[in-house]
């Protein structure tokens, strides 16, 4: 049975300023594939996944998630539906909140405890998203108080929260040292194959970052598409040099959970 894409972006253009930041960018996920969006700073990751967050609109073309079209839709009931987290969500979490509280607010998208009542099924499943992360031990602990990389986790486990049917990570590794980001890496490989598999981009600019488990890639360069497909199809030497500007060597790794990838200047 055909299902509908999780996400489907059609001649989308994004001006800011009078800047283009996205160009004509035409994007399919669909509800069986995890996508990595690499590409350098200034290329419009990050505005790329707030466009498919609904979170911004963009100045040309259509976007539909989750079978939902924007401009035609409630975006607020959507956006509960999509676990979404930014590189800059950590600083806009009040540090004293208790990790779970972090977790658990966003059953209704909600930084703040205060403005929702909650039920102990939804503080038991804050509790077992942060067990599922490794945080066990620091559910009690203030947000502020944690460490880069666990504090990136709790973030994860918050995207988990509502069930949602689509996840977007912007850049979650940002800062984390080499022990935080293959902790995190860890766990997002284990959400895609796990029982309760979502549908999930990745906006990263190092090919290091990219899950064994993720299936495919969509470069950016200058807000245009420069490739999209399946990573073992579009992922090369040609690509990076031509999106990042300068000659690497890509390397491809055999691990015990699958491949990895780093890339180095030649």
């Known amino acids: 049975m055909s299902t509908s894409p999780v996400l489907q972006l059609r001649g989308v253009g994004y001006v800011r ?9 035409d994007w399919t996920v669909e509800e069986t594939q995890n996508w990595v969006v690499l590409g350098p700073n200034g290329s419009g990751k990050t505005t790329l996944a707030r466009v498919a967050t609904l979170w911004e609109h963009p100045s040309a073309g259509s976007v539909q998630v989750l079978g ?9 009931s959507t956006r509960k539906r999509i676990g979404f987290v930014s590189a800059a969500m950590a600083d806009s979490v009040r540090p004293a909140l208790a990790a779970s509280e972090v977790v658990m607010c966003a059953a209704n998208g ?23 992360t490794g945080l066990s031990a620091v559910a ?3 947000f ?52 309760e598999r979502t549908p999930t981009v990745l906006v990263t600019h190092h090919v290091e970052e990219i899950p064994p488990s993720f299936s495919h890639l969509m470069a950016l ?3 245009r598409v420069a490739a999209a497909g399946p990573i073992a199809d579009v992922l090369d ?30």
């Open 221 to 223: 360069r200058d807000g």
């Open 68 to 76: 939902e079209e924007l401009g035609h839709t409630d975006v607020r």
């Open 17 to 25: 300023g009078g800047t283009q930041i996205l160009d004509e960018v």
């Open 140 to 142: 009690d602990r203030p």
């Open 110 to 132: 909600a930084l703040e405890p205060w403005w929702h009542q909650y039920d102990d099924v939804q503080r038991r499943r804050a509790h077992e998203l942060l067990a599922e």
């Open 237 to 266: 030497e040609a690509l990076l040099a031509s999106v990042f500007g300068v000659d690497v060597e890509l390397t491809r790794h055999s691990t015990s959970t699958g491949i990895r990838w780093s890339a180095a200047r030649r």
């Open 144 to 195: 502020g108080t944690l460490s880069s990389g666990e504090r990136q986790r709790v973030l994860l486990a918050r995207s988990h929260m509502a069930h949602p049917a689509f996840v977007v990570l912007d850049e979650p590794n940002a800062g984390l040292d080499l022990t935080g980001r293959e902790e995190l890496i860890d766990r997002l490989d284990r959400l895609a194959n796990g029982s």
